[in-house]
């Protein structure tokens, strides 16, 4: 069956990086968009970014130009590198596969997003 596990969450000062890993595996991962999501304790889960088959990448506004997407299809591995992180990042962070090979304009649509992992958190202290 497709498993999805995230690793990499943890507690940081605000200013400071973290590196997110996510491994899919019971899929075929360079045929899966895959994307990352977040969900802050009272908030809604919303969509944080995106990464096609070829590399294409897709970011919300709040952080765009901190946060980078990448893909390793040899290890089916996704990652997440955090910099300049800010307390309002502070989130469970979830990874998600989409079986497309783009993500679209609409990259943010959870329901296009068929395997999810269990999330790991990020603590961002001020």
């Not at 497709?2 to 890993?21: F, H, I, K, N, W």
Request: charged share 20%; glycine share 12%.
């Amino acid at each position: 069956q497709v498993q999805v596990v995230e690793s990499g969450g943890g507690l940081v000062q605000a200013g400071g990086s973290l590196r997110l890993s996510c491994t899919a595996s019971g899929l075929t991962f360079d045929d899966y968009s895959m994307g990352w999501f977040r969900q802050a304790p009272g908030k809604e889960r919303e969509g944080v970014s995106c990464i096609n088959r070829r590399g294409s990448t897709y970011y919300a506004d709040s952080v765009k130009g901190r946060f980078t997407i990448s893909r390793d299809n040899a290890l089916n591995t996704l990652y997440l590198t955090m910099k300049s992180l800010k307390v309002e990042d502070t989130a469970m962070y979830y990874c998600a596969a989409k079986a497309s090979r783009y993500c679209s304009g609409s990259w943010e649509n959870e329901e296009d997003f068929g395997y999810w992992g269990q999330g790991t958190q990020v603590t961002v202290s001020s």
